[in-house]
């Protein structure tokens, strides 16, 4: 298994610009899919963003497309998510994962990765 932290959350007012990283040790994360997902007070965890090994592929659920991007730098064991217009309902606790695998349909289900980051706290305040 690989180790994550995650770091890069805050509070942001609605509109602005936070970006995540996960930083990877114990193996090297050009190894293992990445993705991202989110929990709010109440809610079940979703899936966000992903990218495959060698960043060729990117994933994203939908009301994410078109502001978040998720990108990767192997050379650093880190992921990144670079997220643009934040909304209130962005709000949650993001969590960084990593798995072993390569189906396209794989990326969004959270029981394919193996690898969990302990999560940072995303507040988008209206």
């Known amino acids: 298994q690989v180790q994550l932290v995650e770091s890069g959350g805050g509070l942001v007012q609605a509109g602005g610009s936070l970006r995540l990283s996960c930083e990877a040790s114990?193996?090297?994360?050009?190894?293992?899919?990445m993705g991202w997902f989110r929990q709010a007070p109440g809610k079940e965890r979703e899936f966000v963003a992903a990218i495959s090994f060698n960043g060729g592929s990117t994933y994203y659920t939908d009301s994410v497309k078109g502001r978040f991007t998720i990108s990767r730098d192997n050379a650093k064991n880190t992921v990144y998510m670079q997220m643009n217009s934040l909304k209130p309902e962005d709000t949650a606790n993001y969590y960084c994962?990593?798995?072993?695998?390569?189906?396209?349909?794989?990326?969004?289900?959270?029981?394919?990765?193996?690898?969990w980051g302990q999560g940072t706290q995303v507040t988008v305040s209206s």
């Open positions: 994962a990593a798995g072993r695998f390569w189906r396209s349909s794989s990326y969004y289900i959270q029981n394919n990765y193996d690898s």
């Open positions: 114990g193996r090297t994360v050009s190894m293992y899919a």
